[in-house]
């Protein structure tokens, strides 16, 4: 450990919370040089859907790297993009009745943002985007602007603008939709006319908050009526992480830009897209660039991902299976300890349990770790216990992860009680 401590920055957060040295991995589950291993609730904060070293994509990577193929190519011509083009459009895009060009951004999602807001301001002459409370989407300027939690923001060191901010679904009881559309009417609001909203249909490090289907397409509707463009970022809530690939599906909305990243690679490997209605595409050539957009190692991996787990509907009934496994588990904790928990959160595989404070939230994650998972939390607080395992994960290993977790907070509560008393 004392290489860590005396070379790598402070700036690092994980590490901090699960204090030992991983060396390999496989599927849910990571191991140490010593032998011990720990169930993965964290995955790679959503960039390991499939799970650690998937075997059908490690073979195609390995496959293609000892056939010398491309690795790096800027943005130029390769097979491997072509692949990926074609499995994107064959089993994502089309079945779902959805027109979009591609872009291929610097290999961040925060890269991925920054591309879709200046495209929005580009297409639309206007500057300002408006945001929602608790959202998060990235950590580079115009992205932090763009992101509510004040820690991230305060890192900035520098004023951060160019948008609005409005209330998400559900915040502190306020109607959102109907304060945004008054404010764009009302021309001493003090609201700009924005070029785009910006969300997350499920908020990741804002808290699991998950907006309705009705609320999606009431505002879907006052984006269409005043010209405004629709950004959804799915970084995290994408890739099959909600239940379906895309975050939206449900709602039946079609924003008019998707921003992806993290899991779309499938095998944790940096990349990340901007998904646009062709008519938006106003870019000139080199426009937004990167040494990076072009990672075909990532094409690979993506294609394989893409083929193995969506050409048919399989996976989307493994994700709902083990997603109720999950509500249930939840459920039970909210039953039997009602007044140290407030509600379930998230949808898919993507839920948590709102905690009274983070503290608490904090202990349970921490006693999770000594037992031999390593889990997350999340929110304005971080009160928010986050499950977050690879979606390939088995009933019998989510079990055994859930059992943790219950031990867990068993072991938080008996403190708390002999604290009490």
């Given at each position: 450990m004392?290489i ?5 920055s ?18 849910c ?9 720990y169930?993965?609730?964290l ?6 859907n499939?799970g650690?070293n998937?075997?059908?994509?490690k ?13 790096h190519g800027?943005?130029m011509?390769?097979?491997a993009k ?5 499995a ?6 089309k079945?779902r ?8 951004t ?9 591309a879709?807001m200046k ?11 408006v ?17 509510g ?11 951060l603008?160019?948008t ?6 559900g ?6 939709l ?10 001493s ?5 924005p070029a785009?909203?910006l ?5 990741g ?6 907006a309705?289907d009705?609320?999606l ?19 995290q809530?994408g890739?099959?992480r ?6 939206f ?6 924003p008019?830009?998707v921003?992806l ?9 940096p990349?990340a ?9 106003k ?16 094409f690979v ?9 969506w050409?048919?509907?399989e ?7 083990r997603?109720e496994?999950?509500?249930?588990a ?12 407030v509600?379930s959160?998230g ?7 709102e905690c ?11 006693a999770c770790?000594?037992n031999?998972m390593?889990i997350?939390?999340a929110?304005?607080d971080d009160?928010?216990?986050k499950?977050?395992?690879p ?14 977790f219950?031990q867990?907070?068993d072991s ?10």
């Amino acid at each position: 450990m004392d290489i860590f401590k005396k070379q790598e920055s402070k700036v690092r957060s994980y590490s901090n919370n699960f204090p030992v040295v991983f060396s390999s991995a496989k599927g849910c589950w990571l191991y140490t040089k010593d032998g011990e291993r720990y169930l993965d609730f964290l995955a790679g904060a959503g960039s390991l859907n499939y799970g650690h070293n998937n075997a059908v994509f490690k073979q195609a990577l390995l496959d293609y790297i000892d056939a010398d193929g491309i690795t790096h190519g800027l943005d130029m011509h390769s097979e491997a993009k072509a692949e990926f083009l074609s499995a994107l459009n064959t089993h994502i895009l089309k079945p779902r009745d959805l027109d979009y060009k591609v872009q291929f951004t610097g290999p961040t999602g925060t890269n991925a943002v920054e591309a879709a807001m200046k495209l929005a301001r580009k297409v639309t002459g206007r500057s300002n985007i408006v945001t929602f409370t608790n959202g998060f989407h990235g950590c580079t300027a115009g992205a932090l602007a763009a992101t509510g939690n004040q820690h991230h923001r305060g890192g900035n060191g520098a004023p951060l603008n160019g948008t609005a901010r409005i209330p998400y679904e559900g915040y502190a009881g306020i109607d959102s939709l109907a304060l945004f559309e008054t404010m764009l009417t009302d021309n001493s609001s003090g609201l700009d006319k924005p070029a785009a909203v910006l969300l997350e249909v499920v908020q990741g490090e804002g808290g699991l908050n998950a907006a309705s289907d009705k609320w999606l397409q009431q505002l879907e509707k006052i984006c269409r009526d005043n010209d405004i463009l629709m950004i959804v970022d799915d970084i995290q809530a994408g890739c099959g992480r909600t239940g379906t690939f895309f975050s939206f599906e449900p709602s039946g909305i079609k924003p008019d830009i998707v921003t992806l990243s993290k899991s779309l690679s499938g095998y944790g490997l940096p990349m990340a897209v901007v998904l646009l209605k062709p008519e938006l595409d106003k870019w000139l050539p080199g426009e937004h660039n990167g040494t990076f957009r072009g990672n075909n190692h990532a094409f690979v991996t993506a294609t394989q991902a893409i083929e193995n787990y969506w050409a048919n509907d399989e996976f989307e009934q493994h994700i709902k299976a083990r997603a109720e496994q999950v509500s249930k588990a939840i459920q039970r904790t909210l039953r039997r300890y009602p007044s140290l928990f407030v509600r379930s959160k998230g949808r898919g595989m993507m839920q948590g349990i709102e905690c009274q404070n983070g503290d608490m939230a904090s202990d349970i994650s921490k006693a999770c770790y000594e037992n031999g998972m390593i889990i997350e939390t999340a929110g304005p607080d971080d009160e928010v216990v986050k499950f977050f395992c690879p979606l390939t994960i088995s009933e019998s290993e989510l079990e055994q992860g859930l059992h943790i977790f219950e031990q867990a907070v068993d072991s938080v509560a008996e403190k708390l009680t002999r604290k009490a008393s």
